[in-house]
């Protein structure tokens, strides 16, 4: 079984959201008012700094409008 850094694995995901929040051209509050996050929390999610629930996730591809497989299309083989 592969294991994964979490930490690493934040930052990645953090570092998703904000291309494809760039690729529709939003910015942080933008987004924030698509979804019910706060753009502190949004900031935060993509510096890796914060551990997200489900819920965030789809409030994310909500504002983004996106599948939400879309926010793990990144390559995780620098994971283990």
Known sequence: MMHIDKMKFLELLGNQIKILRKEKGLSLRQLAQLCDIDYSDISKIEKGQ??????TILELTKGLDIHPKDLFDFDTENLK
């Open 50 to 55: 914060r551990n997200i629930q489900i819920s």
